[in-house]
């Protein structure tokens, strides 16, 4: 299982990105798939999941400001974020369990100045 990240970068505080994860997964269409992320010095902490029918759920910090979606022709699971502020600054990750094994990505870097 291959996770592949993209979309990070800096942004000004009330800016939107969209973060996304490529995963080579051939059962794609049937796992959850979610978004975490990590800030200096602090753990890893769940952002949002989404289902295989794609219901969702989010940490209640994000949520209203970010949407996760998958389109499951593209093997790809999206993060969009809007109204970021300075706390959302963190490394994401995109990750996948299968049997209760988990799978990342490499992580892509988000940070939004004041």
């Known amino acids: 299982v291959q996770l592949v990240e993209s979309g990070g970068g800096l942004v000004q505080a009330g800016g939107s990105l969209r973060l996304s994860c490529a995963a080579s997964?051939?059962?794609?269409?049937?796992?959850?798939m979610a978004w975490y992320r990590q800030a200096p010095g602090k753990q890893r902490e769940l952002v949002a999941t989404?289902?295989?029918?794609?219901?969702?759920n989010y940490a209640d910090s994000v949520k209203g400001r970010f949407t996760i979606s998958r389109d499951n022709a593209k093997n790809t699971v999206y993060l969009q974020m809007n109204s970021l502020q300075p706390e959302d600054t963190a490394v994401y990750y995109c990750?996948?369990?299968?049997?209760?094994?988990?799978?990342w990505g490499q992580g892509t870097q988000v940070t939004v100045s004041s």
């Open positions: 990750n996948a369990r299968l049997v209760s094994v988990d799978f």
């Open positions: 997964l051939s059962s794609f269409s049937i796992n959850p």
């Open positions: 989404v289902t295989s029918a794609g219901s969702a």
